[in-house]
């Protein structure tokens, strides 16, 4: 039973625009949520992350929109550039000494 | 501040081996957590420990084990591999609790023939 779902392998988008990463979950109890970046032959970076008591969060050119009711996370990402191109993992838990739940990461390429 | 680092980068076993990997977290990070990273499976939870003990463990058969020494660098061992433990496997370090904020080695990379 995967927990945290992210349903688009990958996504390709051009330079300059935004890159839109879709992430659901089905356990209510996760109060937080993050993104890790990954490129080949190196191992996750954290990126961004939210609380469940916001439903936004901004970082620069990344923002995660957290949409509770719906289950649902977002991170866009504008504008997007080469660099970003990686492998994004959506993570999320819940309060107390649980592990990070993952889901299988998306792929997003944006050409220049 | 150095990283987390693992070794070694790249190993390959046959069927039956038993295989051990190294992981030295930042320093001043007592949780270690390993995943295991296979194509199309996202990084699956195989166990963390803290303080030299086994806080959480994932859905991994028995033949996956770990520890923790006092130094806070972790092991973990795998033995009678089979095929489908060809993967990349992460060691991931934070200060606390392990779902705060991870920070992750570059992994080592298991090839079983």
């Known amino acids: 039973d995967q927990q945290v779902k992210q349903n688009s392998p990958s996504l390709s988008v051009q330079e300059g625009r935004i890159s839109i990463l879709n992430c659901d979950y089905t356990?209510?109890?996760?109060?937080?949520f993050l993104w890790y970046k990954k490129y080949p032959a190196e191992g996750p970076t954290f990126l961004i992350s939210i609380s469940s008591i916001k439903d936004k969060n901004e970082d620069g050119r990344f923002t995660v929109f957290l949409n509770k009711s719906a289950k649902h996370l977002s991170l866009h990402i504008v504008p997007s550039q080469p660099g970003d191109s990686a492998v994004y993992f959506c993570a999320a838990r819940r309060s107390g000494n649980t592990p990070l739940v993952f889901g299988k990461g998306t792929r997003l390429s944006v050409i220049a | 501040k150095a990283g987390v680092t693992q070794t070694p980068r790249y190993l390959i076993k046959t069927r039956g081996q038993q295989v051990t990997l190294s992981c030295s977290p930042i320093?001043?990070?007592?949780?270690v957590s390993w995943y295991q990273q296979t194509p199309g499976q996202g990084l699956q939870f195989l166990f963390e420990?803290?303080?030299?003990?086994?806080?959480n463990k994932g859905n991994f058969p028995g033949r996956f084990s770990g520890r923790q020494f006092s130094n806070s660098r972790s092991e973990m061992n795998v033995s009678t591999l089979e095929l489908g433990d060809s993967a990349l496997y992460l060691c991931a370090s934070s200060v606390g609790a392990a779902n705060n904020e991870q920070f992750f080695g570059p992994g080592t990379r298991l090839t079983v023939l």
């Open positions: 356990n209510s109890m996760f109060d937080y």
């Open positions: 320093s001043g990070h007592r949780s």
């Open positions: 420990y803290f303080s030299e003990t086994q806080r």
